[in-house]
């Protein structure tokens, strides 16, 4: 793996006054995630801060504030909170709110998502996608990594997200390789960057959920370039396991046809998802708690039925990767 330079900050280390670390979360090539005690806030939250190594660098400047612009429009239960962007000085970053909890990814690279927890899942993510698009922005990076399981599912990393007129002038590729529309892959030649873009990184996301691979599996060699780094650009999406029901497979499926203009709009989607929802028999989801401890949660998508307890869900159902419990669709 590649090694990116740190900031290296231990436990009680000052990022800024009255900011501390707690301990490293993550991060990708710009960017080291902390945990972090903000004194202003007397909570824990997360500041996001540019790598030690970038602080010169433009577009790694650029890509902070866009992301602070962002967080700053966008106001949605499903959507991470921004309590404070620094994005001058010697230590530019985001406070976020601290999401508690697994990503995604987290959990598929374990199980296989079961439909009673997709489902809802999949229906939280429309809302943020519509809501977001609806406001003029697109994320143009969904996938299970930026998707953090706190209690229910939260989108995060706005890092290449950008207005639905700013990526009219985009000509190169944008996101993350698997989970990349075709007209990301290739900008220049498409130019149809868009809502539907994120449509189709929903599209993979949810497929690779409930199935435990990618539609397009990516290219081995990192110097790939074109239809053999973005296979999604020429290939059909491999089917998906009998396992997954008829009418779910096909609106996973509608969010990966290769035109933009023929995948359901989020708005869709959840169009489609609703009746499923409210008639799952099981809980959702967001009862699931790290460490086995559950919580029950009010949400107007929960359908509390007979004989569901809240029991951690994943942890108990999706065990050794078959689908138990009958299911909707
Ligand atoms: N608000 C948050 N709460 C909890 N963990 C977070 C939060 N934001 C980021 N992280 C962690 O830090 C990692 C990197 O953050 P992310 O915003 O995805 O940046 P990058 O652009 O480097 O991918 C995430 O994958 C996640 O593990
Ligand atoms: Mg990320």
């Known amino acids: 793996m590649q090694e990116y330079s740190s900031w290296g900050f231990a436990e009680g ?19 080291e995630a902390y945990l972090a005690w903000d004194d202003a806030l ?10 030690p190594a970038l602080l010169q660098s433009e577009p790694a400047r650029l890509a902070l504030s866009g992301e602070a612009h962002a967080l700053r429009s966008l106001n949605h239960p499903t959507i991470v909170r921004m309590f404070d962007a620094v994005v001058d000085g010697e230590r530019p970053h985001l406070v976020l709110e601290y999401l508690d909890g697994p990503r995604l990814s987290t959990l598929t690279r374990r199980y296989r998502v079961i439909v009673e927890q997709l489902l809802p899942l999949a229906l939280e993510l429309c809302s943020a996608l519509h809501y977001m698009h609806g406001r003029g922005f697109v994320h143009l990076d969904v996938k299970p990594r930026n998707i953090v399981m706190s209690g229910r599912p939260r989108l995060i990393d706005l890092s290449v997200a950008a207005t639905t007129d700013a990526v009219s002038s985009f000509t190169r590729p944008v996101g993350t390789d698997a989970y990349m529309a075709p007209e990301q892959c290739d900008p220049e030649r498409f130019s149809d960057i868009g809502p539907a873009s994120d449509v189709w990184g929903l599209g993979v996301t949810l497929y690779e959920a409930v199935s435990r691979s990618l539609p397009f599996p ?4 990192a110097t790939a370039t074109g239809a053999a780094r973005y296979p999604q650009l020429v290939a059909d999406p491999a089917p998906l396991g009998k396992e997954v029901p008829v009418e779910l497979g096909e ?14 709009s989020a708005l869709d989607l959840a169009a489609t998802i609703e009746p499923w929802v409210a008639s799952l028999p099981a809980p959702r989801l967001g009862l699931f708690r790290p460490g086995g401890r559950t919580r029950r949660h009010e949400s107007s998508l929960s359908r509390p039925s007979p004989g569901s307890h809240g029991e951690p869900l994943i942890l108990a159902s999706v065990r050794g990767g078959t689908r138990e419990g009958g299911g909707a669709p």
């Open 13 to 31: 280390d000052e990022i800024v006054p009255g900011r501390h670390a707690t301990r490293l979360l993550g991060g990708g090539r710009r960017y």
């Open 42 to 51: 007397h909570a824990l939250v997360v500041a996001k801060i540019v790598r």
């Open 218 to 221: 990516p290219a081995t060699r």
């Open 251 to 264: 609106a996973i499926l509608a969010c990966l046809e290769r035109r933009p203009e023929d995948r359901p």
